[in-house]
């Protein structure tokens, strides 16, 4: 067997064991490893510079809304966690404690932020005093932890890496707006710079955030057919206020409780751009994401003026596209294999008859795709090629989305398909949150999200009978 071939043998074909297949990517990428913390992952330079460059571009589109960040501490009292009834009790199966300081045992445990509601509000209650200090829109980037019974690299782990928005405001309707304003973000945040299209709607009752009034999340699903969500948003009303007394006055001095809003995306959203895009090559990443996005890999490298001429177009390049140049004594076969392992979008090819024609090869990493370019035409034509590329990783995976989306129109019907076609189910729902127990105990499947576009495929219930008149998407999940 060659050299060049052995990589990409390595991995398990996605169609045989599709959770394999990720476990192999996310290794062979050098996106990962494994830590001497059961359950904690390492995430190495690779996929590192991919939450760089996903935190980069949220971060840039918080600002742009006004979103201020900070920073707040990584241990909770137990006192304060326990303020909020339906908030401790979310959360408490997933708590880690601290319980020693040094060698002496702490008078109040400690609990290591599984996220920070507790935190902002008792920081809120004393910062916000009149209308004039509202709103307060501020986010922090951190890392969390929920001792999770199974995990997986970047789609359950014990210690993640995430952002998460927190604000207050002085009405109901201003709380509601940032909402769904920072859903909105995230999810064309999704669209445009990851390729991944995806649901929008609203959790049910049984499914929301601990503590929320009301919970929105945008659901992507992966090639397997399994749903991900892949980011929330949630409206708090005035229930964590009035936990934390957060008042304010306001223009007529009368004292209001501020309406509070919370919102969050994770490193998780690397494992959907893996399970969304990736093929038995290994990664395939998006351009607007990718940490380098051309790969010049020159031939025949020991041969005078080769590495001169990649040099050279490399520079011609820098400041246009990130980009690396190849130069180990590896053979070309076996640099081809890694660039396409690691996902990076384009390789240039270079070699001795290239330089004498005036022209190298570009390849595409999703379709293989080869363009043979005269040097002077290289940064134009990558450009028409990046962007062409971005633009089909999209469609692709809407169509395979939209190809995996079916309707069930009675509990047979609905069960049948989750046997037969994996994907979301659109179906109709009572709002009982007996018949969401039924389907996840019978079926695995949980609701995914009411869709905020709705649409009436029946009068009933898909799993009771009874009167309905939601809409909801349904699947397993992530």
Request: aromatic share 10%; net charge negative; proline share 4%.
């Amino acid at each position: 067997m060659s050299k060049d071939k052995k990589m990409v043998e390595a991995i398990t074909s996605r169609e045989e064991d599709f959770a394999q297949w990720y476990t192999d990517v996310v290794k062979k990428a050098e996106l990962i490893d494994y830590s001497s913390v059961k359950g904690c992952m390492i995430i190495k330079p690779a996929g590192y510079a991919l939450w760089e460059n996903i935190q980069k571009e949220v971060d840039r589109r918080f600002k742009e809304t006004g979103v201020e960040n900070v920073y707040m501490p990584l241990f909770i009292p137990e006192s304060l966690l326990e303020k909020e009834k339906d908030h401790v009790e979310g959360f408490a199966p997933e708590v880690a404690w601290v319980t020693k300081g040094g060698l002496n045992d702490l008078e109040e445990k400690l609990c290591v932020r599984p996220t920070s509601e507790t935190l902002f509000c008792d920081f809120y209650k004393n910062d916000i005093q009149s209308h004039r200090d509202l709103p307060k829109v501020y986010n922090q980037w951190c890392s969390v932890v929920r001792w999770e019974k199974e995990t997986r690299p970047f789609l359950r782990s014990r210690e993640f890496l995430w952002q998460e928005g927190h604000t207050a405001h002085a009405t109901e309707e201003d709380a509601q707006e940032r909402t769904i304003q920072m859903l909105n973000l995230y999810a064309d945040f999704c669209e445009e710079i990851l390729a991944i299209p995806v649901i929008k709607g609203q959790k049910t009752e049984k499914e929301k955030f601990a503590g929320a009034k009301a919970t929105y999340t945008i659901e992507a699903l992966m090639h397997d057919g399994k749903a991900l969500q892949s980011g929330t948003s949630h409206n708090f009303g005035d229930g964590f206020a009035r936990a934390f007394g957060i008042q304010y006055t306001d223009k007529n001095n009368t004292l209001q409780y501020v309406h509070q809003t919370s919102w969050g995306l994770s490193t998780r959203i690397i494992g959907a751009i893996i399970m969304v895009h990736g093929d038995d090559s290994g990664l395939v990443l998006p351009p607007k994401i990718a940490p380098v996005q051309v790969d010049i890999i020159p031939i025949q490298q020991q041969k005078e003026g080769v590495l001169d001429k990649a040099r050279e177009l490399a520079a011609s390049l820098k400041g246009s596209f990130t980009v690396k140049i190849d130069e180990s004594e590896k053979s070309p076969g076996w640099k081809f294999a890694e660039q396409e392992m690691r996902g990076i979008p384009v390789r240039i090819e270079i070699g001795p008859k290239d330089i004498e024609n005036g022209q190298c090869v570009i390849v595409r990493r999703d379709t293989r795709d080869k363009y043979t370019v005269a040097f002077e035409n290289v940064k134009d034509e990558l450009t028409r090629i990046l962007d062409l590329m971005q633009k089909e990783m999209f469609e692709r995976a809407k169509k395979h989305r939209d190809e995996h989306v079916s309707d069930a129109r009675n509990y047979d019907e609905f069960k049948d398909l989750l046997e037969k076609k994996p994907g979301f189910i659109r179906a109709m729902w009572c709002g009982e949150k007996d018949c969401e127990l039924k389907i996840k105990e019978e079926t695995t499947a949980t609701s995914r999200c009411i869709p905020f576009e709705q649409e009436k495929l029946s009068d009933v219930c898909v799993c009771c009978g009874k009167p309905a008149s939601k809409m909801v998407y349904w699947g397993k999940a992530y």
